[in-house]
């Protein structure tokens, strides 16, 4: 961790390091903001192009074919959606989508020049799963989360907790972890560190186990993939098969 610091510190220029920052800014705020995280990731956009005009066209030729197939996806996208009846609600939300091209180079860039990125981007998704996940666990044992939300059916008569975290009214909590967990899975195995097995499995079990309070069954038929997935794929399948056991009678077991 220490040496990891300075490499951000000493190896970083400035501007990539706000660039940085903002990127793995995005991950939270889209659990607590969505506005924030579009204004985060606009912002890193537009640092991208004027890095992209000042000193790194050829930083991008490698990948010209790729971005091109983006560009033309895009377009087809604005095409399909030029002559809807929902223009307003539509196209108009869908012309911005430009954004995630630009943070998807954004991160390419700062992965490509700084090998050590990768760490920082686990890190920040792990921390950002983390604290999303307790949370979720504060709000069913307690009530109501860090920032005071009740879970939506609190004060109703129905027995089933349904539990939404920073998310408050949407229920969008199961959507968020079934879309963070794979990508920080694979973080997780590709940086290949000691007792990495372990902690993919109890974060598995973990984000399951807040999936299922969520009531998406969406989320829940793709936490299952995830599940399925990573049983043929590791190599411990008896401590995946244990730590489902353990947390599942858990949770019943607590369940009104």
Same mark, same amino acid.
């Given at each position: 961790?220490?040496?990891?610091?300075?490499?951000?510190?000493?190896?970083?220029?400035?501007? &990539?390091? /706000?660039?940085l920052l903002l990127i793995i800014s995005i991950p939270f705020l889209l659990a607590t903001s969505i506005f924030l995280a579009d204004l985060f990731s606009s912002i890193a956009g537009i640092i991208?192009?004027?890095? @992209?005009?000042?000193?790194?066209k050829s930083f991008f030729k490698k990948i010209k074919t790729e971005i091109i197939l983006m560009v033309i996806f895009y377009l087809i996208i604005l095409t399909s959606l030029l002559f809807t009846k929902y223009?307003?609600?539509?196209?108009?939300?869908?012309?911005? +989508?430009?954004?995630?091209?630009l943070l998807s180079l954004s991160i390419y860039y700062l992965?490509?020049?700084?090998? @050590?990125?990768? =760490?920082?981007?686990?890190?920040?998704?792990?921390f950002t799963m983390l604290i #999303?996940? !307790? &949370?979720? @666990?504060?709000?069913? /044992?307690?009530?109501?989360? !860090? /920032?005071? +939300?009740d879970w939506p059916n609190r004060y109703s008569l129905h027995p089933f907790k349904i539990i939404t975290s920073f998310f408050n009214e949407e229920k969008k !909590?199961?959507?968020?972890?079934?879309?963070?967990l794979p990508l920080t899975l694979a973080l997780i195995f590709w940086n290949n560190k000691k007792g990495g097995d372990f902690f993919a499995t109890s974060l598995i079990l973990i984000a399951?186990? #807040? #999936? /299922?309070? =969520?009531?998406?069954? =969406?989320?829940?038929?793709?936490?299952?993939?995830?599940?399925?997935?990573?049983?043929? =794929?590791?190599?411990?399948?008896i401590l995946l098969v244990s730590l489902s056991i353990l947390i599942f009678t858990f949770l019943f077991s607590t369940h009104p």
């Open positions: 961790m220490h040496k990891l610091y300075k490499d951000f510190k000493k190896k970083i220029e400035f501007i &990539d390091k /706000f660039l991208l192009i004027c890095i @992209f005009f000042k000193k790194k223009f307003e609600t539509s196209f108009l939300p869908s012309f911005f +989508y430009f954004r995630y091209i992965l490509k020049k700084y090998d @050590f990125c990768i =760490t920082i981007f686990l890190y920040s998704l792990v #999303v996940l !307790l &949370d979720s @666990f504060i709000q069913y /044992f307690y009530g109501s989360n !860090l /920032f005071g +939300y !909590l199961g959507s968020y972890l079934v879309r963070f399951g186990s #807040v #999936v /299922f309070f =969520t009531s998406e069954r =969406t989320a829940l038929f793709l936490f299952f993939i995830i599940l399925i997935t990573y049983f043929f =794929t590791s190599k411990k399948k």
